[in-house]
């Protein structure tokens, strides 16, 4: 590994976010709950109570404002208990449970319901056939009039630096549950670029090792293997475009109309992002090719030489195998000088097709 991606590697260590998997002492709701807060303008609003109807309860009092409460893989029991005050619909329940869905944005009469790919960096010293590069989970947001209930399956993709943000933004908080909705898109898209950046390190290293001279017969396996992990990457990425051009384009009675500007930010940065994947996918391809031309010519190289030193050999063979014939009349088998000129003539043969061979870059 060189200096520059090493120093790569430690730059996103500083900067990797904390995983934030549960709290369970704030966790009053089960063991999947994350956290549940009530927001009024913006601000964070105590509540009275510990149940999810309780802060919804709250918020409506108050007439405005809305509950964020946030999930990290519930159980099918766990999420159906907030199914019913929340007004969640069964088949949108089911995925929240399942995951493993693809990326998108549906509409359940008053709930938007949203699931996004999250993906982290896995570091690695040096890339090899077996290194899991791209590491993905699930988000999934259900936005309701006073509500967000948010998802989250694997162990990462924390939203509490996100909250904490939010937070700090009020401005923002109070223009609803679509703010929320909005961030979180934004966050996990930031996401994307910062993985497709750190991809890009383990593609220059496998590029300057082919056309350094420095490749070996396994590193067919690594491109393969790295492309595996843009595909995983793409799966994650491509899919979330339509549903967000959908947000950003598409009036909504459930995303606020300013915030529907923001959305169309979040799709451009979607759309550098898919077009990353997709220009280091076609540079891989270049580079297997590239990869497999020069195990090819060294191929060619070996037979060459192979078949040079098979000529050279094909000389003193020959005239071996003619003088250990058992006839009783043969050539200068009555002189002096015989054997010693035969071994000249094959040793002369031999070098003069050396030469040549030299010559031409054979040997």
Same mark, same amino acid.
């Given at each position: 590994m060189s200096v520059i991606q090493r120093l790569r590697t430690a730059v996103r260590r500083t900067h990797r976010r904390t995983v934030d998997l549960s709290h369970p002492a704030r966790s009053p709701l089960g063991s999947a709950v994350v956290n549940c807060v009530a927001y009024v303008d913006g601000v964070r609003r105590p509540v009275r109570g510990t149940g999810v109807e309780d802060a919804l309860r709250s918020v409506r009092r108050a007439g405005r404002g809305f509950v964020w409460i946030g999930l990290h893989e519930p159980d099918e029991k766990e999420l159906a208990a907030l199914a019913e005050p929340l007004g969640l619909h069964p088949l949108a329940v089911e995925d929240a449970v399942h995951a493993h869905q693809r990326p998108k944005v549906e509409a359940y009469d008053e709930v938007l319901f949203a699931v996004l790919k999250t993906v982290r960096y896995v570091e690695h010293e040096e890339l090899? +056939? #077996?290194?899991?590069v791209v590491d993905t989970g699930e988000l999934m947001a259900f936005v309701g009039p006073g509500f967000v209930l948010?998802? =989250? $399956?694997?162990? $990462?993709g924390s939203l509490g630096p996100l909250r904490e943000a939010l937070e700090a933004r009020?401005? @923002? !908080?109070?223009?609803?549950?679509? &703010?929320?909705l909005h961030a979180i898109a934004d966050h996990v898209v930031d996401d994307y670029l910062a993985v497709t950046d750190a991809v890009r390190s383990d593609l220059e290293a496998i590029e300057n090792a082919v056309f350094s001279g420095? +490749?070996? =017969? /396994?590193? +067919?396996? =690594?491109?393969?293997? !790295?492309k595996r992990e843009l595909l995983e990457l793409r799966r994650a990425v491509a899919p979330l475009a339509r549903p967000l051009a959908s947000l950003a384009t598409r009036p909504t009675p459930l995303v606020d109309p300013e915030i529907r500007a923001y959305f169309r930010d979040v799709t451009d940065h !979607? %759309? =550098? &992002?898919t077009e990353q994947i997709g220009s280091y996918d076609a540079l891989l391809d270049s580079v297997l090719q590239a990869? !497999? %031309? @020069?195990?090819?010519?060294? @191929?060619?190289e070996d037979m060459r030489k192979i078949t040079a030193w098979a000529a050279i050999v094909a000389v003193p063979t020959m005239v071996c /195998?003619?003088? /250990?014939?058992?006839?009783?009349?043969m050539p200068e088998l009555g002189w002096t000088y015989g054997y010693p000129a035969v071994l000249g003539v094959m040793a #002369? %043969?031999?070098?003069l097709l050396h030469r040549g061979f030299r010559r031409n870059g054979w040997l």
């Open positions: 090899t +056939a #077996t290194s899991e948010t998802v =989250r $399956h694997g162990g $990462h009020p401005e @923002q !908080l109070a223009k609803g549950p679509s &703010a929320v420095q +490749a070996g =017969r /396994g590193d +067919a396996e =690594r491109i393969y293997q !790295l !979607l %759309a =550098r &992002a990869h !497999l %031309a @020069q195990v090819t010519v060294a @191929q060619n /195998g003619v003088y /250990g014939m058992n006839f009783t009349h #002369t %043969a031999c070098l």
